[in-house]
């Protein structure tokens, strides 16, 4: 059996090429389940993965992809059976193994979970490895006591996927949005999704030279890392905490302990890749509970593979908005 996937190879001693090619099934990886993909999506990680010198792919050629949902084809593992329906992301899929930018995938079932009620593959890709983090940051900031009451919850990076997921579950689960952005055309499509306010990125994207500023933010949830993540913390309400889920901005934080011992402030780090079975059930099904599907419709953006490389140019350029579905059998 043959089938399409976009494979990424060595042309020269620092350059890389990725093209639509056809592939056998011999040529998929070990794994003892056998997935027929249906959907995709294109992430900062598999931006990387398609560039020279992203520092993610060690082997070529090399299929990325570090999502993917579709349809159980075959399994030796008794979890699943042909026919159902499951969710990849993580595990340094489309990293170390081959990934999601193919029509058949081979993986171990331990990786997999199952597409939860209500969600159908197209909709589990528009979510992707981004609302899964962003649920992750919003779980941890719960559980560290955040609650709608006690003002407005901060989302850096607000237009990004991480941030337009986080921005559409947060506000339909009662919470005040303040959306940060460096793109001024986003302001209407962040408050469709339910963003109180927008918050313009040059207002909090240098580092103050105040350890501590005005208390006003009762939560954030930040993509972006670097100068803008020390601004925040400095600006954390007392006991408050920031979940930290991205580096868009760098990896770098220039702050002080200042804010750690005068006003008990948290930083919590959020990993998405390597998170046990359990707690990723717990993330789909708050997901599918908490998420409102009108408003994921709004955010994404279909493509086929062959456009995926280019898109993978704009994502790490920071030109997407909302989340990009990629339909593998288009």
Not at 48 to 58: D, E, H, P, Y
Request: glycine share 12%; aromatic share 6%.
């Amino acid at each position: 059996m043959t089938f399409r996937a976009l494979v990424v190879d060595k042309t020269g001693e620092s350059e890389v090429s990725a093209a639509v090619q056809t592939l056998t099934e011999d040529q998929l990886p070990a794994g003892n389940v056998t997935v027929a993909v249906e959907y995709t999506t294109v992430n900062y990680k598999d931006g990387l993965c398609m560039r020279a010198g992203g520092g993610l792919v060690r082997n070529y050629p090399h299929v990325p992809g570090i999502d993917f949902a579709g349809t159980v084809e075959s399994s030796a593992d008794p979890r699943y059976q042909p026919g159902d329906k499951v969710v990849l992301t993580g595990w340094r899929v489309g990293e170390t193994h081959w990934g999601g930018y193919s029509q058949k995938a081979r993986v171990d079932a331990d990786w997999l979970v199952p597409l939860p009620d209500g969600l159908t593959t197209r909709q589990a890709m528009a979510i992707g490895t981004a609302g899964f983090a962003a649920i992750l940051a919003i779980v941890a900031l719960e559980d560290h006591g955040l609650k709608p009451d006690q003002g407005e919850v901060l989302v850096t990076g607000a237009a990004g996927g991480v941030g337009s997921i986080a921005t559409a579950i947060l506000a339909n689960t009662g919470y005040q949005v303040a959306a940060v952005t460096g793109r001024p055309q986003a302001a209407e499509y962040l408050k469709s999704l339910g963003a109180s306010r927008i918050v313009a990125r040059e207002e909090i994207d240098t580092v103050s030279r105040k350890p501590l500023e005005s208390e006003t933010w009762a939560g954030c949830v930040d993509a972006v890392g670097g100068e803008m993540l020390a601004r925040v913390i400095g600006q954390l309400k007392y006991g408050a905490s920031v979940a930290a889920v991205g580096l868009a901005g760098g990896a770098a934080l220039p702050t002080s302990v200042i804010p750690f011992l005068l006003r008990g402030v948290n930083l919590l780090g959020i990993d998405s890749v390597m998170q046990p079975y359990q707690q990723r059930v717990r993330a789909w099904q708050r997901i599918a509970s908490d998420l409102p599907l009108d408003k994921l419709d709004a955010m994404i953006q279909q493509a086929n593979l062959a456009v995926v490389p280019s898109l993978g140019e704009q994502i790490l350029a920071g030109q997407v908005k909302g989340r990009i579905v990629v339909d593998v059998n288009a």
